[in-house]
């Protein structure tokens, strides 16, 4: 969604709803497993973004629901680095499909199917209305407005 601070911009308002996924790497025991349940993966060492991320709040909201109590291997606002853990079987993740398409595409990660916890969010662009844009910024707007 493009947005401008205080309205929405003229042009059609976009939205981009992202899942995100637990990950891990293709040698992990319970990769390609159907219907596993969260539980199944709580004693594994977890890398995961820092606590400000959006999807990483609902997923430590959940945990909390549950009365469960899940501390990090590592925090860290790297994903690529969270990933390059995962893709040497150094443990698991939470992180949204976009940031881990490639790796997953190429068999170097993969998403498990994790049925009784579920979490998205929403690919955003924020920009002031009073604010200069320089060529760059409108170059990226349009890019992600294309369908």
């Known amino acids: ?22 990950l891990s790497s293709p040698s992990f025991p319970l990769a390609g497993k159907k219907g596993i349940k969260l539980e199944e993966l709580l004693h594994e060492p977890f890398f995961l973004t820092e606590k400000n991320a959006n999807y990483r709040r609902a997923f430590d909201r ?14 860290i606002s790297n994903t690529e680095f969270i990933i390059k853990m995962i893709e040497e079987n150094k443990g698991l993740s939470f992180l949204p499909r976009f940031a881990v398409m490639e790796s997953a595409a190429k068999g170097q ?24 844009k320089t060529r760059e910024m409108d170059e990226f ?6 369908e």
């Open 141 to 146: 707007i349009r890019l992600a407005m294309m």
């Open 62 to 75: 959940y945990l909390a629901t549950k009365n469960i109590l899940l501390t990090p291997f590592l925090e």
């Open 109 to 132: 990660t993969c998403v498990l199917d994790v049925t009784d916890f579920h979490a998205s969010m929403y690919r955003q662009i924020f920009y002031h209305k009073d604010k200069w």
């Open 1 to 22: 969604i493009i947005h401008y601070l205080g309205r929405f911009a003229k042009f059609p308002r976009k939205e981009q709803k992202e899942e995100v996924v637990f």
